[in-house]
DNA sequence: TTGTTTAAGGACATTAAATATCCTCAAGCA
DNA sequence: TGCTTGAGGATATTTAATGTCCTTAAACAA
């Protein structure tokens, strides 16, 4: 089991848009070329976003997302969720059914003990992915990376705003 | 992203392998046919949980597998990391390199805060997994089981072992 | 000794999911 | 009018999951 490969580039997308000056948008095709991400299948990733009302679009010219709301606002597990889908990473298949002893008729009265325990550790993921927001990502770039770089890169940003 | 059935099935399997008498085996066969699945797939996972250590296998007629300790001993987690692995659910792919305002030859101090963060959750998820134990759901079908199911169980396994 | 059973593991086929590309459409804007 | 944009449908490609088949060597019973 691995986590696609849109969860990167959404969050990594997310933490960009949220140095955007406001009111301005940032294309899909800036922020394919910003990550060297191939551009279509982006896209894809940011209209799961856009569906899940984390960012915005406008078109034409000049057009593109940007954060539909503040980025303190916006959780890891926000944009994981809007991308790999808010279902458990673990499927019952009720295997516990097929146990050859099994009355057909009998009803469990709770879910499978191992199912349980699958669904709590995918519930721990889950609250650790809320516990970080877009806005403590970017917060901590400013203290980690080189003023000269992150310099360069808001001037690149807000040249293809 | 999405759990193997292997993982499903290797759990169950070795919550029956718990409820069996001490230095007896109980066959792949026995074992697919006692959650109808696959037997020739489903060796593939007990292979797994051998090469880790977690059960034992012994060959010829009576042969089978049984837990390679007890199974106190035995983890969610060290069933999982069999049949799903041991690295993160989350692969870095240092997106942050491809920033056009990045110098070739700059090295980052930390890894990515959004790896960061991402690794976290898995690891969060591993920590619950490591704090059930096989026994744990072998003890707690002997509650939640109708007894005459239970017993029919145990006389089918004992049957087959 | 011979035949049957078993796990181990390699090779391969099938199926589903992830990844990627292409195209059309309507809205925005110069 | 013509170019840009996001939305989204259709489809191709690649990789992973699932499933099957086969051979080998060990255990065991007749």
Redesign the pocket.
């Known amino acids: ?7 990167e580039w959404a969050l990594h997308c997310c933490v960009v848009l949220a140095g955007l000056p406001p009111e301005r ?7 394919a070329e910003f990550h060297a ?8 990733a ?2 799961s ?3 899940a009302g984390i ?11 940007r954060l539909a709301r503040k980025a303190s606002d916006i959780t890891f597990l926000d944009v994981v969720e809007a991308v ?1 889908g808010k279902s458990s990473t673990f499927a019952c298949t009720e295997i516990r059914k097929n146990n050859p002893c099994r009355p057909a008729k009998y009803r469990d009265p709770k879910p499978c003990g191992v199912a349980r325990v699958m669904w709590e550790a995918d519930e721990a993921w889950r609250k650790r992915l809320r516990a970080t927001k877009v806005s403590d990502i970017a917060n901590a770039l400013a203290d980690e990376v080189p003023g000269d770089i992150l310099e360069k890169t808001t001037a690149w940003v807000t040249a293809h705003t």
């Open positions: 089991m691995i986590l696609k490969n849109q969860n948008y940032l294309s899909t095709k800036a922020l991400v191939p551009k279509e299948y982006l896209s894809k940011l209209q976003l856009s569906q960012i915005e679009g406008t078109l034409g010219p000049s057009g593109g997302y790999e």
